[in-house]
């Protein structure tokens, strides 16, 4: 498996604000990607993090909204801007090593806007 | 698109055995994966099957892919109330992202 971790575990924010979520693994990893999950409802990507270049977003989602850093094979950060109570959601972040083919996710941040 | 469908709730008596199912559409799906989510956690991956194969069993946990038909199954032998979660099916060409069934609320009653 891999060690995964996310900062923060959960937060409760303004809406308009931003929160930056970190993901941290324990081992370098090329494929790394961002997941929403609304409340009560099933995973849908956001973006694919590459290190080294801009990331590659899924329909429906912009970088303006959720920009995302990787600034190495370990870590990577992604922004709620601007945010409204229809980003509360559960963020995740997942990677697959470099060898295999399973998909490993982090613990998750739970995101509360009000 | 790709789309992945699950019943959403199951309820079974501990000791008896869960059949949680899925279906996909994506005729190019190589690798199909069964997550364990419980409250307020993350995903746990607990398996997952390549397409050239139609069965796969661990431990407690026996997958079976009918590929012709786009149905995969995931049974767990000998539930337990700690089994209580939800259950997600996904679907992925392989070292890509993946598409995400609803998910299975699995009830583990006494």
């Known amino acids: 498996s891999a060690v995964i971790s996310q900062k923060p575990s959960r937060d409760i924010c303004q809406r308009g604000t931003s929160l930056t979520i970190q993901c941290q693994v324990d081992?370098?990893?090329?494929?790394m990607f961002w997941y929403r999950q609304q409340p009560g409802q099933s995973l849908t990507l956001i973006a694919t993090?590459?290190?080294?270049?801009?990331?590659?977003?899924e329909s429906g989602f912009v970088i303006d909204k959720f920009p995302i850093s990787r600034p190495n094979l370990t870590f990577s950060t992604l922004t709620v801007s601007n945010m409204s109570p229809e980003d509360s959601s559960i963020y995740l972040c997942?990677?697959?090593?470099?060898?295999?083919?399973?998909?490993?996710f982090g613990p998750g941040t739970r995101l509360t806007v009000l | 698109g790709e789309d992945v469908e699950q019943s959403l709730f199951l309820s079974v008596r501990e000791g008896d055995s869960s059949v949680i199912n899925c279906t996909y559409t994506?005729?190019?799906?190589?690798?199909l994966y069964w997550y364990k989510q419980e409250p307020g956690a993350g995903l746990q991956l607990l398996t997952y099957?390549?397409?050239?194969?139609d069965m796969k069993q661990d431990q407690r946990l026996t997958v079976l892919l009918n590929k012709k038909d786009k149905h995969l199954s995931l049974r767990i032998a000998d539930t337990q109330t700690g089994d209580s979660a939800i259950y997600f099916c996904?679907?992925?060409?392989?070292?890509?992202?993946?598409?995400f069934g609803s998910g299975t609320r699995l009830q583990v009653q006494p």
């Open positions: 996904a679907e992925g060409p392989g070292r890509r992202a993946l598409t």
């Open positions: 993090a590459n290190q080294g270049s801009e990331a590659t977003y």
């Open positions: 099957i390549f397409s050239n194969m």
């Open positions: 994506d005729s190019s799906s190589t690798y």
């Open positions: 081992s370098q990893v090329t494929m």
């Open positions: 997942s990677v697959i090593r470099d060898r295999g083919n399973e998909q490993f």
